[in-house]
């Protein structure tokens, strides 16, 4: 048996048959949203193969259970490229997503802004991204499903559905690209000026091998940025990872208001 199977075998066995419709991975400083959801919480160290995900403070657990009224798995917990070197590190967890028969996965991260109308404290719907880091998860991956299309990576249908919750909560949320830096060093003022030449309305470390990742699964992908940060250069605030934990709740707010909405409205 593969080990996504056995993992998802050990996960129903505790928290039910019932297949997760959403699967949310949280971001740095947003992982209170884990503790509304009603349902069992199993740390990551209970499952065999996923990441030591290194969230300051928190045990890394996986909360199978109900939010608003929806069966979701919540990755509270997650490995980045910059740990280990590995663009792969999420891949076991969303493969035992998959198993779980889950189908849909919003991502949500931390991320400077290189937008005057996108600051500190703000939400940004990604319309797409910009793999900069220079690797790609499905390195090694012999399959011919590696060759995975990325049009519409960025899931149309479920970015509308956000895009109205969101209007609907009266939370402004722009849609933007993402561009993603391997970290953990934050970019430089050129790296930004680069960025922002390239396309890019944002910068961050992370969601972009797990959207690689799960589209590579046939999950329906959407994600949502929390700025913590304008990029280097762009402001005379200094850029710190404690600077962006103690911004994280104020946009993380507006996240909560927006996903609890989407899940209640549904698709
Ligand atoms: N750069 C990269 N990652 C980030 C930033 C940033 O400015 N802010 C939060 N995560």
């Known amino acids: 048996m593969s080990k996504s199977v056995e993992l998802a075998r050990l996960i129903r066995d505790r928290a039910g048959d019932e297949p997760p419709e959403y699967g949310l991975v949280l971001g740095s400083g947003l992982g209170h949203l884990a503790q509304a959801v009603e349902g069992v919480a199993i740390p990551y160290s209970a499952l065999a193969g996923f990441p030591h995900a290194g969230v300051s403070g928190h045990v890394p657990q996986l909360v199978i259970g109900t939010l608003e009224g929806r069966r979701v798995a919540v990755f509270a917990g ?82 509308a559905g956000l895009a109205a919750s969101a209007r609907a909560e009266g939370v402004d949320l722009p849609e933007g690209v993402y561009c993603w830096f391997s970290g953990p060093s934050f970019e430089t003022p050129a790296e930004i000026r680069a960025a922002r030449v390239l396309g890019a309305d944002a910068v961050g470390m992370s969601t972009v091998p797990e959207i690689i990742l799960g589209r590579f699964l046939g999950l329906r992908c959407a994600a949502i940025s929390v700025v913590t940060n304008m990029g280097a250069g762009l402001s005379d605030e200094a850029i710190s990872h404690d600077h962006t934990k103690a911004m994280a709740p104020i946009g993380a707010a507006k996240l909560e208001k927006i996903l609890r909405r989407f899940l209640r409205d549904g698709l």
């Open 78 to 159: 997650r490995a980045h490229y910059y740990e280990s070197g590995r663009a792969d590190a999420m891949r076991l967890p969303l493969e035992v997503l998959k198993a779980l028969g889950c189908t849909k996965l919003l991502l949500t991260n931390a991320a400077g802004s290189l937008r005057d109308d996108m600051q500190p404290g703000s939400v940004m719907l990604l319309s797409d991204h910009i793999a900069f880091a220079g690797t790609n998860p499905l390195i090694g991956e012999t399959t011919e499903a590696r060759f995975v299309p990325m049009t519409t990576a960025h899931d149309p249908e479920i970015r």
